[in-house]
Nanobody
C-alpha cells in the first residue's frame, strides 16, 4: 500500500522551530520528486520546498527561504522539513507529496499535519 504519513506539527511560538517528518511506505521515496506544500485557511495551496534526487537540487519558496531546510534519510525512506524562525503567517496544514520525475502532477499525498504559530 502506497502511503505518505506526516508528523511533527503542533503549536509553537513565533520565532520557534518545528521539524516535520514524512515517512513513505510502498514505494521508494528517493526515486521521486518530493514536495512540501502548505495550505492556510482561505488561501491557495503553496509549495514551500521541492527536492529532486535526480540532480540533488532543493528549491524553496521565497516566503520560507533561509528559514526552512529540506533533508532526507534514505535508509528510513523519510524526508524532513526543518522550520526555524517561524512566523504567524507560517500557520497552515503542511503536506508532503511525491511525483515521478517525468510528470508535473504529484501522484501521492500525505494526510497533512497542522502547524500553528501563535503566542
Amino acid at each position: 500500500q502506497v502511503q505518505l504519513v506526516e508528523s511533527g506539527g503542533g503549536l509553537v511560538q513565533p520565532g520557534g522551530s518545528l521539524n516535520l517528518s514524512c515517512a513513505a511506505s510502498g514505494f521508494i521515496l528517493d526515486a521521486y520528486v518530493i514536495g512540501w506544500f502548505r495550505q492556510a485557511p482561505g488561501k491557495e495551496r503553496e509549495q514551500v520546498s521541492r527536492f529532486s534526487s535526480s540532480d540533488g537540487t532543493t528549491h524553496y519558496a521565497d516566503s520560507v527561504k533561509g528559514r526552512f531546510t529540506f533533508s532526507r534519510d534514505v535508509a528510513k525512506n523519510t524526508v524532513y522539513l526543518q522550520m526555524d524562525s517561524l512566523k504567524a503567517e507560517d500557520t497552515a496544514i503542511y503536506y508532503c507529496a511525491a511525483r515521478s520525475p517525468y510528470k508535473t502532477e504529484y501522484d501521492y499525498w500525505g494526510q497533512g499535519t497542522q502547524v500553528t504559530v501563535s503566542s
